[in-house]
Structures are given as structure tokens and as C-alpha cells.
T-cell receptor, first 117, second 112 residues
């Protein structure tokens, strides 16, 4: 079955530590996204990528980094510079933005919950 | 500034008691409006896309409608398994990014 796989489901970060969240999709989608979800708030965009080897900052990129070396994979690193990392992180994908199909829905993985030790 | 507001924040219904969730938006050019369902500890699950005012979509007990300023998600004769948080998101036509702007969601609880 096609879908988006996020791992791990739960992750704990120590002070000063960088951690990396995995996102893999087999939907053959070009565009991928990372969101942060906090209680009582809407999803906020961290980074997005429309094509391999290219990505752009979203609304809350500070303290995060990404890479897009393969079409299927879009890992997110939460660096020690992110002072409030505790949140639910969601990865999503959709067909390429710059096409007639660019109003297609985004499909989501089941998230990674990150907490501070 | 583009904005999406969902109401109410929480809604409690008895099984079989129909109701509606609201998503109002102020954006500069709507490309599409999306409804998602999110269960606790899970990612959002896509329900509907609406593109233009007057459009309606249905799926089982859910019906989504769209006007120029808002969208409604009507739930007819809900069952306990419809309990979830329902998210609304809009995609604007400004620029080429097409990124989504999400509302904060409506948490629906359906009691047997």
C-alpha cells in the first residue's frame, strides 16, 4: 500500500542534542512538507521541498534543518538551537506544486511525538 | 493577512444528533479548501476538497459545502466512531507556493 511512514513514533531529546526525524513516502509525490502541531494551535509549516535537492523555509524554520537527497525521503533535524522542541511533528506529501494538479490534497504520516528529557 | 478560523473549538453530540462545523476564511484568492479528520496520536486523514462557491461533497454521514467566505461540514446522525478533531485548511492562489493555511480544528465528541 502507498503511504507515508514516519519514524520513530516517540523520540526523546537531551539538552544540547540534535535529533533526526525520518519521513519516507512511496506515493511518487514530488512535494514534501514538515509541520509542527502544538495543543490548541493549527499546524505550522517548518520546511517544504518541491523537488529533490531543493527546499524552502516555512513559517517556523528556526532551529530546524532538512535535506532532500532522494524523492522518497525528507528527514527533519531538530537542532539544539530549537529551545522549545516538544511537539507532535507531521510529515506530508503531494503531487508537484507547479502543475495543473497543484491543488491536490496533502497526505500525512502518523507523526512523531518529540519530548525533552 | 490570510486567516482560517474554525468554530466551535469543541462540540459534544448525542448519537444521532445532527450538527455542523464551521470554517471561515479571509484569503486573497482561494485555490482550494480541504477538510481533514484527525484521531488522537495520528496524522490528519483527507476527507474532501472544495474548489468553488456552491460546491458540495459527501461521504457517508459527512457533507461539506463551500461559500465565498466559509465552509460547513455537516454531520448527519453521527455515531461514536465519528469522534475526532476535524481540521480545515485553505490553499491560496497568491504566488506559486500553494502552501496550506490550517485552522485550529474542532474537536467532536459523539456520545452513545
Amino acid at each position: 500500500d502507498g503511504g507515508i511512514t514516519q519514524s520513530p513514533k516517540y523520540l526523546f531529546r537531551k539538552e544540547g542534542q540534535n535529533v533526526t526525524l525520518s519521513c519516507e513516502q512511496n506515493l511518487n509525490h514530488d512535494a514534501m512538507y514538515w509541520y509542527r502541531q502544538d495543543p490548541g494551535q493549527g499546524l505550522r509549516l517548518i520546511y517544504y521541498s518541491q523537488i529533490v535537492n531543493d527546499f524552502q523555509k516555512g513559517d517556523i524554520a528556526e532551529g530546524y534543518s532538512v535535506s532532500r537527497e532522494k524523492k522518497e525521503s525528507f528527514p527533519l533535524t531538530v537542532t539544539s538551537a530549537q529551545k522549545n522542541p516538544t511537539a507532535f511533528y507531521l510529515c506530508a506529501s503531494t503531487v508537484a506544486l507547479m502543475t495543473p494538479y497543484s491543488n491536490q490534497p496533502q497526505h500525512f504520516g502518523d507523526g512523531t511525538r518529540l519530548s525533552i528529557l | 493577512e490570510d486567516q482560517v478560523t474554525q468554530s466551535p473549538e469543541a462540540l459534544r453530540l448525542q448519537e444521532g444528533e445532527s450538527s455542523s462545523l464551521n470554517c471561515s476564511y479571509t484569503v486573497s484568492g482561494l485555490r482550494g479548501l480541504f477538510w481533514y479528520r484527525q484521531d488522537p496520536g495520528k496524522g490528519p486523514e483527507f476527507l474532501f476538497t472544495l474548489y468553488s462557491a456552491g460546491e458540495e461533497k459527501e461521504k457517508e454521514r459527512l457533507k461539506a459545502t463551500l461559500t465565498k467566505k466559509e465552509s460547513f461540514l455537516h454531520i448527519t446522525a453521527p455515531k461514536p466512531e465519528d469522534s475526532a478533531t476535524y481540521l480545515c485548511a485553505v490553499q491560496v492562489s497568491r504566488g506559486s507556493q500553494g502552501n496550506l493555511i490550517f485552522g485550529k480544528g474542532t474537536k467532536l465528541s459523539v456520545k452513545p
